[in-house]
């Protein structure tokens, strides 16, 4: 169960909202709307699951904010919708990336891969002193998605195998978010383990299955990338054979 410490609630007139890091409190003004970016601070050891997790369990119509949601163009340049926090801040938005929102590198919002590629602390449920923020935003994905339903390719399938069937059919792996919809897979829970690569980043894979509670787990988070999505002796391996491609 996380612990809700609130730091914004939903008003449609100006308020006086209190964040606290570590000791340091800083009393910001901000207006917000039904729609709009809700900050929250949960606890220093979170990662990028655990907080798309933290808004799920909040609120079932929300989830993590877009770079776009907390970072939109304006006047040429990326402008962060709220006031800066003081210090070093970063918070997780879709696509498993993360987003200075501190003002410790000078300006914030920009993500981390693109100054110093994917961060390990992100997977790490360790206690790091710029983690700990969570902002969640409406789902507005709808819910069908343009996909075609599973098929199964066999146990021999691999990531690059997984890939290659999506190119062939003129289409794509999916992404993760476009797999589960709403924590839930877009064209249902399949009986068994069962993992499908996904377009995320190379040699990740997610849980269609009912096996052990998993369902919609991400692989590499959990138990690191696997091997077996790589391996090239043609093996058969049981929880594989499905795929998934998307447009």
């Known amino acids: 169960m996380y612990s809700l410490h609130i730091l914004a609630l939903l008003s449609v007139t100006a308020a006086l909202h209190v964040y606290e890091d570590d000791g340091l409190q800083t ?30 369990q909040f609120d079932k119509n929300r989830n993590l904010c877009s770079f776009d949601d907390l970072c939109p163009w304006r006047n040429g340049a990326r402008q962060f919708i709220r006031d800066v926090l003081p210090g070093d801040h970063w918070v997780a938005v879709k696509g498993r990336e993360w987003v200075e929102i501190g003002d410790r590198h000078s300006v914030p919002c920009f993500l981390h891969s693109s100054r110093w590629g994917p961060p ?19 789902d507005t994905s709808p819910d069908p998605v343009p996909a075609i339903a ?8 691999t ?20 797999v589960c919809v709403k924590s839930k897979p877009a064209h249902g829970v399949v009986r068994g383990d069962h993992w499908i690569a996904i377009k995320d980043r190379y040699n990740e894979w997610i849980q269609i299955g009912d096996s052990s509670g998993r369902t919609c787990l991400h692989h590499g ?6 091997a077996w999505g790589t391996r090239t002796d043609g093996s058969n391996i049981n929880w594989v054979g499905y795929v998934y491609c998307c447009k």
């Open 120 to 138: 390990t602390w992100g997977d790490v449920p360790e206690t790091r002193h710029y983690k700990g923020y969570v902002y969640c935003c409406k």
């Open 221 to 226: 988070p959990k138990y690191g990338l696997p």
């Open 27 to 56: 009393v910001a003004k901000h207006q917000e709307v039904d729609t709009g970016p809700r900050l929250y601070y949960d606890q220093s050891t979170l990662t990028w699951d655990s907080s798309e997790g933290f808004c799920r």
């Open 159 to 178: 990531y690059d195998i997984s890939k290659d069937h999506c190119r062939h059919q003129g289409r794509r792996l999916c992404y993760s978010s476009e």
């Open 150 to 157: 599973y098929r199964y390719i066999g146990k021999t399938s």
